[in-house]
C-alpha cells in the first residue's frame, strides 16, 4: 500500500516518535510505501508533499514537533477542498491516510472517512481534553514542564512575598492546570470546567500569606470568573471557529493585588509547553500509538482512531473521538480543592 501521513493542529511532543514507529513498522515488516504530508490538511489540499523512508526518520524520536510541518487548515472550510483532496490522493496513488491529530484534525478525517477516503486517526494534544482515550501523548510533557516552572516559581515568590499566577494552556479542559498544579503543589488551581469567584481566591491567596508562604495559583486559559466574562486576546478566529485566549492570568493577577494589597505578577507559560523534546512517557506511548495505527491500516480497519485504555492500545470509531471533549470531572477537581489556600 501507499500510505500518506499528516500531523495537524498545534504541535506536540511525540508527534516524531508517531511517525517513525508508523514508517519503521510499515515498511519494514509490512512492505508499505509511505509519502508525508505537509502542514496538516494543507498538505493534501494542495499536493504538497515530502519524502519518508527509514533514513527520513532516523534520528527523530526526541524531537519535538513534527517534521512534516502542520497548520490548522479546514478543507470543509475551503471551496471545493474535499474534491481537491481526492483528487491529489488519487494523483499520488495514495491508498489510506493516517491523520495525527486533535479534534478539528479527527474531526476532518471522521468525515472524510464518511466521504470514502480509507483513514486512520492517531490522537494527540498537549491538552489530554479528546474523548475515547484514557491519554493523550504531549500531556505528560507539557505537565512536566508546567510543574517545573511552578517549583522554580515558589521560591522566587517566596523571597518577595509576592502572589505569582501561572498562566497553562487549556482552552475548554483544564487537565494541564489540574495536573501541574497538584504535583507543583499550587495554592489555587483555576479551570474552564468550574468559574471561579475571584473573592474567594483572593482569600486562598491571603491565607497563604498569614502561613508565611507566598501562593502560587495555576490559571487554565480557558478559566472565566463567575461574572462569566471571559477575556480574550483579541477576537481573532482560527479557520476552526476558535478564538484566541490569553489575559486571564494578568487580569486575575491585577484583580488579586487590589484586593490583597500584596504585589502578584503573571508568568504565562504559553507555547513553552508545547515544544522541545518529550518525556519518556509521551515517546513510549506515541511510539506504541504510532504502532497501532499502522497495524490498522494494515487490516484495513478504516474510520478508527487509536487510543490507550488502561495499558492496552485498542481501536475506537474516529467518530466516537471526535463526539465530545473530555473535560475534568468534578470529583478530580474536589480532590485538588483540599490544598487551596493551605
Ligand atoms: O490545542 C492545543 C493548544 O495548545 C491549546 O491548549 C491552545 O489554546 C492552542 O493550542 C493554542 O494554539 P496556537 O497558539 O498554536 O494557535
Redesign the pocket.
Known amino acids: 500500500m501507499r500510505i500518506g501521513v499528516l500531523t495537524g493542529?498545534?504541535d506536540?511532543p511525540g508527534l516524531n516518535a508517531v511517525i517513525r514507529a508508523v514508517v519503521r513498522k510499515g515498511i519494514d515488516n509490512y512492505g508499505h510505501e509511505f509519502v508525508g504530508f505537509r502542514d496538516g490538511w494543507k498538505g493534501p489540499l494542495e499536493g504538497l508533499t515530502r519524502p519518508l523512508t527509514v533514513a527520513d526518520v532516523r534520528g527523530i524520536l526526541p524531537r519535538g514537533g513534527t517534521i512534516l510541518g502542520s497548520s490548522?487548515t479546514n478543507p470543509f472550510k475551503i471551496d471545493g477542498g474535499v474534491e481537491r483532496i481526492k483528487e491529489n490522493l488519487a494523483a499520488q496513488g495514495i491508498d489510506a491516510l493516517i491523520a495525527i491529530g486533535?479534534e478539528d484534525t479527527l474531526g476532518v478525517a471522521a468525515k472524510l472517512h464518511d466521504l470514502g477516503v480509507q483513514v486512520v486517526g492517531v490522537p494527540k494534544?498537549?491538552?489530554n481534553d479528546l474523548g475515547a482515550t484514557d491519554y493523550t501523548f504531549g500531556f505528560d510533557t507539557a505537565v512536566n514542564i508546567a510543574m517545573e516552572a511552578i517549583d522554580r516559581l515558589h521560591t522566587t515568590a517566596e523571597s518577595h512575598h509576592r502572589t505569582l499566577v501561572v498562566e497553562v494552556?487549556?482552552?475548554h479542559a483544564g487537565w494541564?492546570a489540574l495536573h501541574a498544579g497538584l504535583a507543583g503543589g499550587a495554592n489555587v488551581i483555576l479551570i474552564p470546567e468550574r468559574e471561579f469567584d475571584v473573592e474567594q481566591v483572593a482569600g486562598y491567596v491571603e491565607k497563604r500569606f498569614q502561613h508565611q508562604y507566598a501562593p502560587i495559583v495555576v490559571v487554565a486559559?480557558?478559566a472565566h470568573p463567575l461574572e462569566g466574562q471571559m477575556v480574550l486576546h483579541n477576537q481573532e478566529l482560527?479557520s476552526f471557529g476558535?478564538v484566541?485566549?490569553g489575559g486571564i492570568g494578568q487580569w486575575l493577577a491585577e484583580q488579586l493585588e487590589e484586593r490583597t494589597g500584596k504585589e502578584a505578577r503573571t508568568v504565562v507559560l504559553g507555547?513553552i509547553?508545547?515544544g522541545g523534546t518529550p518525556t519518556a512517557f509521551d515517546r513510549v506511548l506515541a511510539t506504541r500509538m504510532g504502532l497501532g495505527a499502522i497495524d490498522a491500516v494494515h487490516d484495513g480497519d478504516w474510520g478508527k482512531m487509536v487510543a490507550i485504555h488502561g495499558t492496552d492500545i485498542v481501536r475506537v470509531a474516529l467518530a466516537e473521538a471526535v463526539r465530545e471533549l473530555k473535560t475534568v470531572p468534578t470529583e478530580r477537581y474536589t480532590e485538588a480543592e483540599v490544598f487551596f489556600g493551605s
Open positions: 493542529g498545534g506536540c490548522r486533535g494534544t498537549i491538552d494552556m487549556g482552552r494541564i486559559e480557558g482560527d476558535h484566541r485566549l507555547h509547553q508545547r
